[in-house]
C-alpha cells in the first residue's frame, strides 16, 4: 500500500496555512470565512460548473488562474455571489484585492469563492472586516476551522489528506470540500479546494485535476441540480522538493492516483452528507460496453427520485433501478441485465429473480447501500454516488432562504 | 370559442362504449382493469416511452398497431408487466386474445396497456377472469369507470372531452389519462386513452397525436422519471360522417387543435395530481431564441427538486430557478433573462429586482403557481408543466411496492 491515510486536510502539506472565521453574513453564530495560504507561490489549476449562469468568484478566480500561479485561497459561505450583476463581478475582485493587501501579494495570485443563496447582494464590508482576523488567525493547524467555514447546509466539515514517497521525499496532498444540496456536479464540483507540496507543471497539474474530478465529483449526485458556483481548486507548492513532474510518466500516474484518492474520499463524504440523507448509495456499473455508457447508468440510478425514496423506506424495488438504467442513455441490452442490492441477486436477464425479501431489505438496512448493475456487453465499469431522498430533504428545501 | 368542453372521457365521443371493473390484481377494493370499445373498427395510432426498457404490452400494441386498424383497448393497473421476460410477452398477447375472443374481433384489434409494479408476474387468470365481467359491463356511460380503473397512485381519474363541428358534423373527441409518479415523458406519456369519432387517415392521425404529445405530455414532469410503460393512443371510428381528414388543411388543423386542447387539458390533470403534491406548477418562458431552447428551460425549471420545494415552502427563492435554466443546456443570455413569479418581477437582467416579499408569497400560495421567465432574445415560447415535492411524495414512493 504505497498511499498512507493521514489526518488533516487543506494544512497537511507542507507550507500551507488556513484559518477559518465568523463573519456575520448570515448566521453570526457559525465560522463563513476560510483563508487557505501557501508560503511560497503555487502552480494551481481550477475546474468550474457548467451551468450557463456562473458566479461571481468563478470570473475571478478563472482570470486569476491565467497565469497558472496562485499563494491564496479566500471562501465565504452564506451569500453564493451569483446572479448579482457587474456589482457581484467588483465584490468578488474586492475581496482578492483585500486578502493580497493583507498577506502582501498581488491580487492575481488570489483565488475566490463563494457558496450559500444565490441572487442576494454580498455584505462586501463584513467579509473584509473578517479577512483581517482570518490573517491573524492563519496556521499550520487551521485547515479544519477552514473545511467548517465552508459549510451551508453541510452538518458536518469534509477533509481528507493523504502521503505517498516520490524519489525519496514525502508528497502530502490535502483537500476539503463542501457540499450537501444542489448537488450535481457537470465538468467541475461543489466547492472543493486541493493542497498539494509537490512539485509539478501546471499542465500537468490541470490534467489531474480533470481527471480525477471525472472519476469522482462528475459522478457524484445529491439531486439533479448543478450549482452555479461549482468550482475546484488545487494548489501545488512544490516543498516537498521531489524532482517535478512535467510529463506523463510513472512519479504522475503516482501523484494522479493519489489525487483521485483524495477526490473520492471527499465525494463519498459529501454523498453521505447530502441534504437530509441517511444513507450513502453507491451504484456501480461493471461489463459495459464503454465507460460512457457505464457512466451514464451510474449517475442516472444515483440520480432518481424513485430509487432514492426507495432506498430510504428500505423497499427492494428494483424495477426503479431497471427503470432508470433505461432511460438513462446508457447502451444495453434489457434482456441481458442482471442487478444485485449489496450481495443479494434480485434481477436476472432483466427479469425478476425469486429473490430473498429478508436478505435484500438486510442489504438497504445499512447505512451505506451497494447497488450493482452488470450489463453482460463488455469490460468498462463505473461507480456513481448519491444518497436516498428523505422527509428532511424536502424540509431543509421547503424553507433553505428564509 | 368554436370548441365547447363537454363531460365525459372516452365515450363522449358517438360510437364508443368502455367499463372499469375490480380484478383483484393488487387491491381487491379497487378497479383495476379497464376496456374501450369501439362499435366499429377505428383508425388507430400510438405513441410509446423513449425508456430502453419497455413494458411488454408496449410491443404487443405497437405490433397490433401496424395496420393502423383497432377495435378495442385493455388496461390493466397494479402491475405494469415490465421486465418479466418472454412470459410477459406471452401475457400480454393472452390479454388482447381473450379479449378478442369475448367480442368476437381479431386479436390484432385489440390494443393492451398495463401499468402498476415493475417486475412481478401479472396475474393473468384473474385478468382473463375479470374481462368476461368487463365485456358485460360496457356501456356508453362506461368512460368514468375505465378512468378509474387505470389509476395508480393517483388520486383521482382524469378524463377529459370537448366537441367542434366540421363542415356541418358535430366531433367529439375524448379521453382518459393515468399518471402521478415516474412522470417525465419523452416520445409519449403515461397512459393517456384518446377516443374520437372523426373520420381520418391513419398517417393523418399519428401525425396529429405526435404533434400534440410534444406539446402537452413532453412538457410535463413530476420526478424526472421516464416510465418503463408511457404509451398514448388514439382511436378514430368516424361515426361523426365528415368528409375523411386526409391531409393538412382547415379540418386537419382544427381537429388537431381540438386534440392538443385535451391533451393539455389530461397534462394539467396529471401535473396537479402528482405524487404528493399540493401545487400544480406552470412555468412559461417567452422570447427565446428558439422553441428547443423555451422548452428545455421550461421543463428543467418545473423538474428542479430544489424549484419543487421552495414551491411547497411558498418560498421566493428565484436564485434556484436561474440556476436550473442554467443548466437546462437552453441558450440564453444570464444578464437578460427576466422572472416572474406570478404577477411580480423578483429579477430583471439576471440579477435580483428588489421586490414585495408579500406579494411573491402571494404568488405562492394558492394551488397553481406560475413562473414566467423572458428570456429577451427571440420570438419562441414553450409552457411546461410540473408540482411541487413534499413530505408526501417521500411517504408514497418510501413503500410503494411492499
Not at 72 to 94: H, P, R, T, Y
Not at 178 to 203: E, N, R, W, Y
Not at 322 to 344: Q, T, W
Not at 374 to 396: H, K, P, Q
Request: proline letters at 3%; aromatic letters at 6%.
Amino acid at each position: 500500500m504505497p498511499y498512507k491515510h493521514i489526518a488533516g486536510g487543506v494544512t497537511a502539506p507542507k507550507g500551507f496555512k488556513a484559518a477559518g472565521v465568523a463573519a456575520g453574513i448570515k448566521d453570526p453564530s457559525r465560522k463563513e470565512l476560510a483563508l487557505i495560504y501557501s508560503v511560497v507561490p503555487a502552480c494551481a489549476a481550477g475546474l468550474f460548473t457548467a451551468n450557463r449562469v456562473k458566479a461571481a468568484p468563478l470570473y475571478v478566480t478563472k482570470e486569476h488562474l491565467r497565469d497558472g500561479r496562485a499563494q491564496a485561497v479566500v471562501i465565504n459561505s452564506g451569500n453564493a455571489n451569483a446572479c448579482n450583476g457587474s456589482q457581484g463581478l467588483e465584490d468578488a475582485k474586492a475581496m482578492a484585492r483585500e486578502a493580497a493587501r493583507l498577506l502582501r501579494l498581488l491580487p492575481e495570485d488570489v483565488l475566490v469563492a463563494s457558496t450559500g443563496v444565490i441572487g442576494q447582494p454580498l455584505p462586501l464590508a463584513k467579509i473584509i472586516k473578517s479577512l483581517g482576523q482570518a490573517v491573524v488567525a492563519l496556521s499550520e493547524q487551521g485547515g479544519g476551522a477552514a473545511a467548517e467555514a465552508i459549510m451551508t447546509t453541510d452538518t458536518r466539515p469534509k477533509e481528507a489528506a493523504l502521503q505517498f514517497e516520490l524519489a525519496g521525499k514525502v508528497i502530502t496532498v490535502g483537500g476539503m470540500a463542501k457540499g450537501a444540496g444542489m448537488i450535481h456536479p457537470q465538468l467541475a464540483t461543489m466547492l472543493c479546494f486541493l493542497t498539494t507540496d509537490v512539485a509539478i507543471s501546471v499542465p500537468c497539474l490541470q490534467e489531474v485535476i480533470r481527471m480525477a474530478a471525472a472519476s469522482s465529483f462528475n459522478l457524484l449526485t445529491v439531486d439533479r441540480d448543478t450549482s452555479t458556483n461549482d468550482m475546484l481548486v488545487i494548489l501545488a507548492n512544490g516543498r516537498a522538493e521531489n524532482p517535478a513532474i512535467n510529463k506523463r510518466n510513472a512519479a504522475y500516474n503516482m501523484f494522479q492516483e493519489a489525487v483521485l484518492k483524495v477526490c473520492t474520499e471527499l465525494t463519498i463524504a459529501i454523498a453521505r452528507d447530502g441534504e437530509g440523507a441517511t444513507k450513502l448509495l453507491e451504484v456501480r456499473v461493471i461489463n459495459a460496453a464503454s465507460r460512457e455508457d457505464a457512466c451514464l447508468a451510474a449517475r442516472a440510478v444515483a440520480a432518481s427520485n424513485l430509487v432514492k425514496t426507495a432506498i430510504f423506506g428500505q423497499d427492494a424495488n428494483w424495477g426503479r433501478i431497471i427503470c432508470a438504467v433505461g432511460y438513462s442513455g446508457a447502451k444495453f441490452d434489457p434482456y441481458r441485465i442482471n442487478i444485485f442490492l449489496g450481495n443479494e441477486q434480485v434481477a436476472q436477464n432483466g427479469s425478476m429473480l425469486p429473490f430473498s425479501e429478508a436478505a435484500a431489505v438486510q442489504a438497504l438496512a445499512g447505512s451505506k447501500v451497494s447497488i450493482l448493475i452488470d450489463f453482460n456487453e463488455g469490460t468498462y465499469e463505473a461507480m456513481a454516488w448519491g444518497c436516498d431522498l428523505t422527509y428532511d430533504y424536502i424540509r431543509i428545501n421547503a424553507s433553505y432562504r428564509t
